[in-house]
């Protein structure tokens, strides 16, 4: 299985999203691709959820009295069992961690 971040500018119903970057695309024996998309948010406050097909959303919270908006992921259904944790560290910065395979 090959992990793939991404910057992903859709929305989760296009998913997946057409990888700018696949830094990990040269390992040998990655028969399968799993995006994880890095998503630009404007949400007033943050938020996880996972939508009706196993999706996971988590949203970063906008800069009061700013116009700038934060970041959050949108996890594949197919990892999100791998998923330990997730920190928004800035406007532009996330960690999500995910559990060894």
């Known amino acids: 299985?090959?992990?793939?971040?991404?910057?992903?500018?859709?929305?989760p119903r296009q998913f997946p999203p057409t990888p700018i970057v696949t830094p990990f695309s040269k390992l040998q024996?990655?028969?399968t691709t799993i995006y994880?998309?890095?998503?630009?948010?404007?949400y007033r406050k943050t938020d996880m959820r996972q939508l009706g097909d196993g999706t996971l959303i988590i949203r970063?919270?906008?800069v009061p009295s700013r116009n700038v908006g934060s970041v959050g992921f949108v996890v594949h259904p197919s990892v999100v069992h791998l998923v330990?944790?997730?920190?928004?560290?800035?406007?532009?910065l996330a960690i999500l961690r995910l559990l060894h395979l």
């Open 36 to 42: 994880i998309a890095l998503q630009k948010t404007k």
């Open 1 to 11: 299985m090959e992990i793939v971040s991404c910057s992903a500018p859709t929305t």
């Open 29 to 31: 024996g990655a028969s």
């Open 60 to 62: 970063g919270e906008k």
């Open 84 to 92: 330990d944790s997730h920190e928004i560290l800035s406007p532009r």
